[in-house]
């Protein structure tokens, strides 16, 4: 198969782009050819709440990447089109997640339908974690004129089929969101990074990991806290990620009630990110919403367990007792039961976690494309 993606790709960070490097370099190694057009620019610097949108990690999957579009800039558009189409791709894959791109990827979708190259969307939201004006008609402009449609949860496919209830149901397929076990593969010195941190080898220690966004809870998680350290005094909270608007809120929570909490609060590189989950003994999502979660993935490809909120997808991936811990969203009480659970009474949950990853392989994505063609 010769595949285009379209999306974020390197130079751009964040898990959208490594996602699709990911599908990428696994239809690489499939023997297919595959090119991705990405985004030269992404966001308007006015409206992106980060720090910075550029990757710089060493560590990264070569791919043959052209950065052509610029989705809020529709000058960019015909000529992303007439880049693809003169490529000749026998599938051209879009990742959607925001409505902020729907009208470019509505657009290319249309004009590739016409000449005949058939579309797929990997689709992360229809219910989005943010509010944007007029998201439903925005989302079924962009998704409609494709061939196929791959939602990575029931909570997602239950919402497409609200969105589009004429969209036929043998053209949407539902898959597990896979791992990422590229970052397994760089090097990860656990004890070094807490001998850095200056972390005893057996204090307990919770990751929290990712871009920190209102969404997923960092305030829950340290409202928790102090339940959570009457029990375990030693435990240290190590939060790796870097905040998208104001930290005023969690700088708060830290200071007010004293937590130990070591905060690196600055996007973590390829090379650096296997280390993180080394060093910890869970990672800890304490979303308000989800609907499935990367980092998940990215906990269980590093063997490493999950407390999580039950919301979205993610009672799908995590197995109560067994792989993790599920609790009500925003109850900071139940949520440092789970933890202080978890270092009292979990057996070891690692070889439940690493059998549980082998069922979150790409090759069904892979076989969807085969298929398919």
Not at 75 to 83: E, G, I, M, N, V
Not at 196 to 208: M, N, Q, S, Y
Not at 320 to 343: K, S
């Amino acid at each position: 198969m010769r595949v285009v993606f379209v999306g974020p790709a390197w130079p751009l960070r964040g898990g959208i782009a490594q996602f699709i490097a990911i599908y990428a370099q696994r239809l690489e190694q499939a023997g297919h050819t595959v090119r991705v057009f990405g985004f030269h620019r992404q966001y308007p610097l006015l409206i992106f709440p980060g720090k910075g949108q550029i990757d710089h990690s060493e560590m990264r999957i070569p791919l043959d990447i052209h950065s052509l579009l610029t989705p809020y800039n529709p000058l960019t558009w015909p000529r992303t089109l007439q880049a693809i189409v003169h490529w000749k791709p026998d599938v051209v894959v879009f990742k959607y997640w925001i409505p902020f791109f729907a009208p470019a990827f509505g657009w290319l979708a249309r004009r590739l339908r016409r000449r005949g190259i058939r579309s797929v969307y990997i689709i992360d939201n229809i219910d989005f974690h943010e509010r944007w004006p007029l998201a439903a008609a925005l989302t079924r402009y962009a998704l409609s004129p494709a061939t196929r449609l791959v939602t990575m949860s029931s909570s997602v496919h239950d919402s497409l089929r609200r969105l589009l209830p004429r969209f036929p149901e043998k053209r949407i397929h539902s898959l597990h969101h896979p791992n990422y076990d590229f970052y397994a593969t760089g090097e990860s010195d656990g004890a070094a990074l807490r001998r850095e941190l200056g972390v005893a080898t057996d204090a307990p220690l919770p990751l929290f990991f990712g871009f920190i966004k209102p969404y997923k809870g960092l305030d829950v998680l340290l409202s928790a806290l102090p339940g959570a350290l009457r029990e375990l005094p030693d435990l240290k909270l190590l939060v790796a990620g870097e905040v998208y608007g104001s930290d005023s809120v969690y700088r708060e929570l830290i200071e007010r009630h004293s937590l130990p909490v070591i905060w690196h609060d600055r996007f973590i590189p390829n090379e650096q990110t296997a280390a993180y989950f080394a060093a910890a003994d869970v990672v800890v999502l304490p979303y308000r919403t989800a609907t499935q979660s990367g980092i998940t993935q990215l906990a269980f490809s590093c063997g490493k367990p999950v407390i999580a909120s039950c919301v979205g997808g993610l009672p799908e991936i995590i197995d109560e007792g067994r792989t993790g811990y599920l609790v009500p969203p925003e109850d900071p009480d139940a949520l440092a039961a789970a933890i202080v659970r978890f270092f009292r009474e979990a057996d070891d949950m690692v070889p439940a976690v690493r059998q549980a990853n082998q069922r979150f392989g790409w090759e069904p994505f892979i076989e969807l494309l085969e298929e398919m063609l």
